[in-house]
C-alpha cells in the first residue's frame, strides 16, 4: 500500500487507524480500492445505584462501535488525487447495522489542502477523543461527560451534544505544515424553516510532532434550541510521551442557551495515561471530572444538572491490553461515573437503559479486538 493512502486513511479515521487491506488495484500505481475496519466486542456487566432510585443491573454482550469501510482512491497528477469513502456501523452483538451512518464522503486533494464533503465527525471530536482518551469509545470512554453525550444528528437534533458526527458537513483539511494543520467545517442549513435556519460551524488547529500533541478545537451551534440560540464549545488538549508512558490531559467549556432568557454554562477535564510493558502488554486509566454547570437554565440538559445545584460527576476508568498480535488484542476494563444529585451523566454508546438522575451507573467488561 502506498504512503500516501495510509497517511489519508489514518486522517479519515480520525486516529484509530485500523489496518487496510488493499484489495484491488487496478495496476497503473494510481487506483486502489481498499477495505478496512475493526471488530471490538466485549462481555459487561452494567450497574446503576443511589439518587434514592431502585438499582438496576445487567449482564450483556456489548458491540463497541465496530466498523467496516471502503475506500476509493484516484491519483489525478499534480500533488492532486479523489477520494470517496463508505463506512457503516456494524452491530456485531445483534448482526444489523446502518448502512454508511458513519464517516461517508468524498474528498479533493490538491497541494492546498483537502476539501471533504459528505457525513462525517465534527472538528471538534477529533481534539480529544482519539488522541487523549485511551478507550476512545464504549462504556469506559470519556465521552460519557465530554462533549455532554454523543449524536449522529443533524442541525438541531440532540442539540445537547457537542460530540457529533454530523450530515451534511463541508470540510478544508489544510496541510501538515511542520506539524500544524488545520481543520474547518460548516454544516449546510438544509433543516431551514420559515422562522429558523440553524447551522453549525467547527474548527481545530493541532501541533503533532515527535512525542507533543496539541491542539485547541470550537464549535458553534446557531438556532439549535430555538431562532436565534447561539451555543457554543471551546476544547484544549495536550499528550507527551515518556518512553513507553504518555501523558494525556484535556479541558472543554460547554456554552448553552436552552431557551430565550436562560443560559447554562459547564467545565470539564479529562487527565490520562497510558503505559506500555513490552510489546504485548499496555495499561490505561482515565479520572474525569465535569463542574456543576452555572447559570439561569431551569432543566436538565443532556447529562448535565440544573445550575445551582449539585450537578457535578466524576468518573474514572481503568483498563488492561494484551496484544496477540499487531491486529488482535485481548483487554478488560471498568469504569464508574459518580454523579451529583440532578446530574444524569450515563455510560457511553452502550448506555443503561431507565437510569435516573442522580444514580451513579458502573460497568466491567472483558472483551476482544480484532482490525483488518
Given at each position: 500500500m502506498k504512503r500516501a493512502t495510509q497517511s489519508l486513511l489514518a486522517v479519515a479515521l480520525g486516529g484509530l487507524a485500523p489496518f487496510a487491506v488493499q484489495a484491488q488495484a487496478n495496476g497503473n500505481g494510481g487506483n486502489s480500492l481498499n477495505i478496512?475496519?475493526?471488530?471490538?466486542?466485549?462481555?459487561?456487566?452494567?450497574?446503576?445505584?443511589?439518587?434514592?432510585?431502585?438499582?438496576?443491573?445487567?449482564?450483556?454482550?456489548?458491540?463497541?462501535?465496530s466498523v467496516l469501510g471502503f475506500r476509493v482512491r484516484e491519483d489525478l497528477g499534480?500533488?492532486?488525487?479523489?477520494?470517496?469513502?463508505?463506512?457503516?456501523?456494524?452491530?456485531?452483538?445483534?448482526?444489523?447495522?446502518?448502512?454508511?451512518?458513519?464517516?461517508?464522503?468524498?474528498?479533493?486533494?490538491?497541494?492546498?489542502?483537502?476539501?471533504?464533503?459528505?457525513?462525517?465527525?465534527?472538528?471538534?471530536?477529533?481534539?480529544?477523543?482519539?488522541?487523549i482518551d485511551p478507550f476512545t469509545a464504549g462504556i469506559?470512554?470519556?465521552?460519557?461527560?465530554?462533549?455532554?453525550?454523543?449524536?449522529?444528528?443533524?442541525?438541531?437534533?440532540?442539540?445537547?451534544?457537542?460530540?457529533?458526527?454530523?450530515?451534511?458537513?463541508?470540510?478544508?483539511?489544510?496541510?501538515?505544515?511542520?506539524?500544524?494543520?488545520?481543520?474547518?467545517?460548516?454544516?449546510?442549513?438544509?433543516?431551514?424553516?420559515?422562522?429558523?435556519?440553524?447551522?453549525?460551524?467547527?474548527?481545530l488547529v493541532t501541533y503533532n510532532n515527535g512525542p507533543l500533541y496539541a491542539t485547541w478545537g470550537y464549535e458553534q451551534h446557531r438556532s439549535y434550541f430555538y431562532a436565534g440560540s447561539r451555543d457554543e464549545a471551546h476544547r484544549l488538549a495536550a499528550a507527551y510521551s515518556f518512553g513507553p508512558t504518555r501523558l494525556r490531559a484535556s479541558w472543554e467549556?460547554?456554552?448553552?442557551?436552552?431557551?430565550?432568557?436562560?443560559?447554562?454554562?459547564?467545565?470539564?477535564?479529562?487527565?490520562?495515561?497510558?503505559?506500555?510493558?513490552?510489546?504485548?502488554?499496555?495499561?490505561?486509566?482515565?479520572?474525569?471530572?465535569?463542574?456543576?454547570?452555572?447559570?439561569?437554565?431551569?432543566?436538565?440538559?443532556?447529562?448535565?444538572g440544573i445550575p445551582g445545584t449539585d450537578s457535578g460527576a466524576s468518573q474514572v476508568s481503568l483498563g488492561y491490553t494484551y496484544r496477540l498480535s499487531k491486529r488482535t488484542d485481548l483487554w478488560g476494563a471498568y469504569t464508574r461515573i459518580a454523579n451529583g444529585a440532578t446530574a444524569a451523566y450515563n455510560l457511553s454508546a452502550n448506555s443503561i437503559p431507565g437510569m435516573k438522575p442522580g444514580q451513579s451507573p458502573s460497568g466491567v467488561g472483558l472483551g476482544i479486538t480484532h482490525r483488518f
Open positions: 478496512y475496519g475493526f471488530l471490538k466486542v466485549d462481555v459487561e456487566h452494567v450497574r446503576a445505584a443511589g439518587g434514592g432510585a431502585p438499582a438496576l443491573s445487567q449482564n450483556r454482550l456489548s458491540n463497541n462501535l499534480g500533488g492532486m488525487a479523489v477520494w470517496a469513502q463508505i463506512e457503516t456501523n456494524v452491530r456485531v452483538d445483534t448482526g444489523d447495522g446502518p448502512w454508511g451512518g458513519r464517516n461517508t464522503g468524498i474528498g479533493l486533494v490538491t497541494p492546498a489542502g483537502q476539501l471533504v464533503l459528505g457525513q462525517w465527525e465534527a472538528p471538534l471530536r477529533f481534539t480529544s477523543v482519539y488522541a469506559f470512554a470519556s465521552n460519557s461527560i465530554m462533549g455532554n453525550g454523543f449524536a449522529t444528528a443533524t442541525n438541531a437534533q440532540s442539540p445537547a451534544s457537542f460530540d457529533r458526527r454530523q450530515p451534511n458537513l463541508v470540510q478544508y483539511w489544510s496541510p501538515n505544515l511542520g506539524g500544524w494543520a488545520l481543520r474547518l467545517a460548516y454544516a449546510m442549513p438544509e433543516e431551514k424553516t420559515a422562522t429558523s435556519s440553524p447551522d453549525m460551524f467547527g474548527s467549556r460547554l456554552s448553552y442557551q436552552p431557551a430565550a432568557g436562560q443560559s447554562l454554562k459547564r467545565n470539564a477535564w479529562q487527565l490520562a495515561v497510558t503505559h506500555d510493558l513490552g510489546e504485548q502488554h499496555q495499561l490505561q486509566a482515565s479520572y474525569v471530572r465535569a463542574g456543576s454547570a452555572s447559570g439561569n437554565a431551569t432543566k436538565q440538559l443532556g447529562g448535565i
